[in-house]
Nanobody
Framework: EVQLVESGGGSVQAGGSLRLSCATF????????IGWFRQVPGEEREGVSS????????YYADSVKGRFTISSDNARSMVYLQMNTLKPEDTAVYYC??????????????????WGQGTQVTVSS
């Protein structure tokens, strides 16, 4: 059974850092691209970043470029999102997702094949 489990969310003050983890189960990580997404209640889900676990290519939304870093540890079936210099507007539920598609297209609405349950990130000013 395919599963993605996020962890590492929490509350932090503006300027702080958090590292989100996405544990993957039931598939070979090298065969999938992994993306991080976030959603605020009442708003559309936003693509934050993605990684091709096969060749290491990474992609970022403009709003997080230079502050967030996505990485993967294929041997441990883990994907991480290091979030630095957090801002109140980064507050959201963060989800990881897996796709057989190209990591470059992670912002497309039908990109993901599997989703995690989400982890809350709250940044206070």
């Amino acid at each position: 059974e395919v599963q993605l489990v996020e962890s590492g969310g929490g509350s932090v003050q503006a300027g702080g850092s958090l590292r989100l983890s996405c544990a993957t189960f039931g598939f070979i990580l090298d065969d999938y691209a992994i993306g991080w997404f976030r959603q605020v209640p009442g708003e559309e889900r936003e693509g934050v970043s993605s990684i091709s676990t096969r060749d290491g290519s990474t992609y970022y939304a403009d709003s997080v470029k230079g502050r967030f870093t996505i990485s993967s540890d294929n041997a441990r079936s883990m994907v991480y999102l290091q979030m630095n210099t957090l801002k109140p507007e980064d507050t959201a539920v963060y989800y990881c997702a897996a796709s057989k598609g190209d990591a470059y297209y992670y912002t497309l609405s039908n990109w993901a094949d599997y989703w995690g349950q989400g982890t809350q990130v709250t940044v206070s000013s």
